[in-house]
């Protein structure tokens, strides 16, 4: 199939960027679409020109490394589907595709396609763990865990980090990656201990970041695992709640 | 002639590990904080071992050359982690666990360094579970466990499909929690190019920060390395795009003894190749062969699609050549076994490529509920990459390359030949032999990184207190400084006309033709050839646009492509000095009249440790010899 690529182009941080149209001619349908941009970059460097600068690594849906907006839908518009597992087959001869960078004040560019999703990393580290070091583990049976609840927590922790759902927003929000998250863990006995001081703290970090959630859904709608809004509510009252209770009594039953 | 130390404690095998800790020195609390440490990779092995160290006091610097620490490969592994656990009562131990190790292995692993890896396999449980991975329970509430090849025990603990990747967010976010508290500097988009060495010693290493394009030095008192393995040097593998062997391959050039590079493991399911830019190959987890039945029509010339095949004419090939194992034979033979029906033109798909994995029998008797729920997230991402439906029509598999037993020599300290350096994970080559058994590379990533090295890094540390690391104002740091910096402006500087990946694309074909799933003496010579030429070409007519002080991934990857060139001609030296067939290791002119691996216990039974004698110059091949004390060598069988 023929292509016309419409692609941001950006040589680093801070410095002016613009649109560039290519021609992409006999891509295979079954070709995936960061294979498309591979052939189209080999192309490039054939002619001596620069290849459009992108994240991707696994190629498997699971690292988070790629993403990009793809006619104005983050991983475009296959639900549940990162960038990288999207087929040249879902998109029809002649089209024209527009490719660009996560769009979000947060997320600044780093070059053409890549952005610095860093703050995910400052998020997590303001509380997204359970403080427990290595070594003197109890035996993991002594902890029985209701399997509806094991199956909550890991639907919520399948999150892959890719910061499609910041892209999606109009606000630019990092509500849905972070309270996945606190989903992940707040939902586990393991994590009861640190729960409230951890979802402040990771909420508080975010708003360093990205902006408010106004409901609007487009995160869960772009999520390339499906990572449900309804973690968002769980966030919600948590986070009212880490501002109401007496963390002193925690120990009490 | 240089001789090899395992330093393998002395004793029974079940109390060399307790009476090792015990003898080894300490480093008192309060003077850890006195100790630099520098990790590369942030992967299970990398990532564990970081937040170890972190939280025992050390003043830790780790690198990785994603934004960030967690897209790590190990985030892709997909089936589960093995632990002697015995949850299930079936008759596990940790000496059945290691048994199947070393047996997996085909006996040319160090029953040491198995036997500590299956005696804290249950600790790493208990702790991963402490840390909120969220794995997968039965209904009582307890941990559920599933079989894995090669062992006729359950086993593997597993969170759904995405067991690799609970595991490393698990590490991950461990290490989150020391970098916060200042433990632990990460340095993210920046790539380790050299290894430096003082007197004999690691001093630290040298990086490029992948999106300025400043190369920095770091020196510490130890330098760990965790930077997984080297399958992309068939350029089609199961790896990552990134996966590379700089890191190592860079040590071993700087006095690190490279062992068995040949030992690579072609897994028995994956999506076969469809086309001829295919950037990569997509696992289907070994977890799939509990439910799956593997099959191919037993006339060759059957074209009728896989529904419309009568049960009998088809050809269950794994459960009737190996029936005590069946369909959960181990990869390497599970891998010769497809290659044979392929060869016999039984093949199957458009190319005739693959074998048929089929799930009806097990939808039919469990449901399609319970199948969605264990494999859900796989049979998805079939159906994304070949637009067919799993749970409809069988998956069509192919064996590819996976995983790499070779590595960097160490010892049972984890220590390579050059104090102070060290390798840990699939960067090693210590664990499994000449083939790994299925959910054990999560296993040994972690060991090693939270129970192993943790431990045996003491007993060198502890002679270097209030020594301060050498200045990376030294010329030793400022002279890899600039061989790093010139080999980048060669690269950009040839302006050739050919691509990067079109040479990588071309040492894959080789290297997959002549060192893959069957190796001869004629076609290794005759690699032997082709890969030098292939090089010299590459430094003089590969193009790589862009420039050195911005983002250039093209730069990054002919940097790393070039060093696949030397450890292609190495792995074929070693495959052609190996005189027999072992595990991934297959040589054509060693095998049963079966078909079997051969093993020559008389001669080969040793790892072959590879010495750098400079560029251009053949290595110095060193034997550690390998004996078995506790497991009896046998011919392996799994019928």
């Not at chain 2, 433990?183 to 380790?192: D, I, K, Q």
């Not at chain 2, 062992?259 to 997509?282: G, Y």
């Amino acid at each position: 199939m023929d292509l016309t690529l419409k692609v941001w182009r950006q040589d680093g941080p801070g410095k002016p960027g613009e649109f560039k149209e290519y021609e992409a001619k006999g891509i295979s349908s079954e070709a995936s679409f960061l294979e498309m941009l591979d052939t189209v970059n080999e192309r490039l460097v054939e002619a001596g020109d620069v290849p459009i600068e992108f994240d991707h690594d696994c190629r498997e849906g699971i690292c988070g490394m790629c993403g990009v907006m793809i006619n104005g839908h983050p991983h475009g518009d296959q639900k549940g589907t990162a960038t990288c597992q999207l087929h040249m087959r879902k998109f029809n001869d002649g089209d024209r595709i527009v490719i660009e960078p996560w769009r979000a004040t947060g997320l600044p560019v780093v070059r053409d396609l890549i952005v610095d999703r860093s703050p995910l990393d400052r998020i997590i580290e303001a509380g997204g763990y359970i403080s427990v070091n290595t070594g003197g583990a109890p035996d993991a049976n002594l902890i029985p865990i209701p399997k509806p609840a094991a199956e909550a927590s890991m639907d919520a922790a399948a999150c892959i980090g890719c910061a499609a759902c910041i892209a999606a927003c109009p606000n630019s929000a990092g509500q849905l990656f972070t309270s996945a998250k606190l989903a992940h863990l707040n939902l586990l006995p393991q994590g009861q201990p640190e729960r409230y001081k951890r979802t402040a703290a990771m909420v508080e970090k975010m708003e360093e970041f990205f902006g408010s959630c106004t409901n609007h859904g487009e995160c869960e709608e772009a999520c390339p695992k499906s990572i449900s809004i309804d973690n968002i509510a769980l966030m919600n009252r948590d986070y009212m709640m880490a501002k109401l209770k007496d963390r002193r009594k925690f120990g009490q039953r | 002639m240089t001789t090899l130390d395992a330093k393998v404690p002395a004793g029974p095998i079940q109390d060399k590990w307790t009476s090792h800790r015990f003898d080894s020195k300490l480093v008192n609390p309060a003077n850890k904080r006195k100790y630099e440490i520098i990790i590369i990779g942030t992967g299970l092995a990398g990532a564990s071992a970081a937040a170890s160290f972190g939280e025992m006091g050390y003043k830790v610097r780790v690198f990785t050359y994603h934004d960030s620490p967690r897209r790590a490969h190990s985030i892709a592994a997909q089936g589960g982690i093995n632990a002697a656990k015995n949850y299930t009562n079936d008759g596990d131990s940790i000496f059945r666990l290691f048994y199947d190790t070393v047996k997996g292995g085909d006996y040319r692993s160090r029953e040491a360094n198995v036997y500590r890896l299956a005696e804290v396999a249950n600790e790493i449980i208990d702790q991963c579970t402490a840390q909120g991975v969220p794995f997968a329970r039965e209904y009582g509430g307890l941990l559920d466990n599933r079989s894995f090849g090669g062992a006729q025990v359950s086993r593997t603990f597993y969170a759904r499909g995405q067991t690799g990747q609970q595991l490393l967010l698990g590490a991950y976010q461990a290490l989150a929690r020391q970098i916060a508290l200042g433990n632990v500097t990460l340095y993210n988009r920046s790539e380790m190019l050299e290894v430096v060495t003082h007197e004999g010693r690691a001093a630290g290493v040298v990086v490029r920060d992948m999106v300025s394009g400043e190369i920095s030095s770091h020196s510490a008192h130890a330098v760990v390395l965790a930077t997984g393995g080297y399958s992309n040097v068939f350029f089609l593998s199961t790896n990552a795009m990134a996966c590379n062997t700089t890191a190592i391959w860079r040590a071993h050039r700087k006095g690190a003894h490279f062992a068995n590079p040949c030992f690579t493991q072609i897994h028995p399911t994956c999506i076969p190749v469809h086309d001829e830019f295919q950037s990569k190959l997509t696992l289907m987890s070994e977890s799939l062969r509990n439910d799956g039945r593997i099959w191919v029509p037993i006339n060759p010339d059957d074209t009728r699609p896989a529904n419309d095949i009568p049960e009998d004419e088809r050809d269950y090939y794994l459960e009737r050549i190996y029936p005590s194992f069946g369909n959960l034979a181990p990869r390497d033979v599970a891998s010769r076994a497809a290659m044979r029906m392929i060869d016999e033109n039984r093949g199957i798909g458009p190319l005739k490529n693959g074998v048929y994995l089929d799930f009806a029998e097990a939808i039919g008797r469990l449901g399609k509920d319970v199948i969605e729920a264990r494999y859900g997230n796989l049979f998805e991402m079939y159906e994304r990459i070949t637009d067919e439906d799993p749970y409809v029509v069988p998956m069509r598999i192919y064996p590819a390359p996976h995983y790499t037993m070779g590595g960097l020599w160490v010892d049972y300290n984890l220590m390579t030949n050059v104090p102070g350096l060290y390798a840990i994970g699939e960067a090693n080559f210590s664990d499994h032999g000449a083939n790994r058994l299925g959910a054990s590379a999560l296993m040994q990533g972690l060991a090693d990184g939270y129970f192993v090295l943790p431990y045996t890094i003491a007993d060198y540390l502890v002679d270097y207190l209030n020594v301060a690391p050498v200045s990376t104002d030294h010329e030793v740091f400022k002279d890899s400084e600039r061989e790093v910096d010139e080999r980048m402006k060669k690269l950009l500087s040839i302006n050739g006309m050919r691509t990067v990946d079109s040479f990588h694309r071309e040492l894959g074909n080789i290297m997959i033709e002549h060192c893959g799933l069957a190796r001869s003496k004629a076609g290794l010579e005759k690699a032997l050839v082709q890969i030098p030429a292939l090089r010299e070409e590459f430094w003089k007519n590969v193009r790589v646009t862009g420039t050195e002080d911005s983002y250039n991934s093209e730069l990054a990857k002919a940097a790393r492509v070039a060093d696949f060139f030397e450890l292609a001609e190495l792995m074929c030296r070693d495959a052609l000095e190996r005189e027999e067939s072992c595990g991934g290791h297959f040589r054509v002119e060693h095998q049963t009249d079966e078909g079997e691996a051969q093993r020559d216990d008389v001669n080969q039974a040793h790892s072959s440790a590879w010495e750098w004698n400079g560029y251009g110059q053949a290595q110095t091949h060193i034997k550690e010899p390998l004996e078995f004390e506790y497991v009896a060598l046998a011919q392996r069988s799994y019928k």
